[in-house]
């Protein structure tokens, strides 16, 4: 109830829509988050969110390893990172900073094609997000898996949708 209390009035003295409370996320970490930084404005350079999705589809099968941005292997934030870089769009390496950019989503299914998505608590790390993905549509995104590299996974994943934190849109 309290955590429901404050994110309500955080929401009516904002004005911003924020995501809810989910089983490992609390209003306030999405709070500290917020306030810490968010919303910033990204210079897509008029590209369409297509564009960067053909881009991250050509990664398919691609193996995971932390840090990587080829296609020998490469991590979630290296497949955006690398995605938006193909047209020209200067966009943070890690997950955790790719989130302050753009309009917060908090409703998954208020997302559209082109939106990323992020993940919190997708391995032992001190970082609120740690994981991002690209919303394909039909609640699906694209990403990479520790386990099976780049690949297409549905939001009602129960792993993922326990970790979902928000989306945003950039474009």
């Known amino acids: 109830m309290v955590i429901l209390a404050v994110a309500l009035v955080s929401i009516s003295c904002s004005r911003r829509i924020l995501p809810v409370s989910t089983p490992l996320v609390s209003g306030r970490q999405i709070q500290e988050f917020v306030r810490s930084g968010s919303g ?62 753009g309009r917060i989503i908090p409703d998954h299914q208020a997302l559209k094609r082109g939106d990323l998505v992020f993940f919190t608590q997708s391995y032992d790390s001190p970082d609120f997000i740690t994981h991002v993905g690209i919303y394909l549509g039909n609640k699906r995104f694209i990403h990479t898996s520790t386990s099976s590299g780049v690949i297409v996974t549905p939001l009602s994943n129960t792993w993922w949708s326990r970790r979902f934190v928000f989306g945003t849109r950039v474009f």
Do not use: W
Not at 58 to 72: A, N, Q, W, Y
Not at 73 to 95: N, Q
């Open 40 to 101: 910033k404005h990204l210079n897509t350079r008029q590209v369409k969110p297509d564009q960067v999705i053909r881009t991250a589809e050509k990664f398919l099968g691609t193996p995971h390893c932390m840090g990587g941005t080829t296609t020998r292997c490469m991590d979630c934030s290296g497949l955006t990172y690398v995605s938006f870089a193909a047209h020209g769009i200067e966009f943070p390496r890690r997950s955790q900073e790719q989130a302050r950019f």
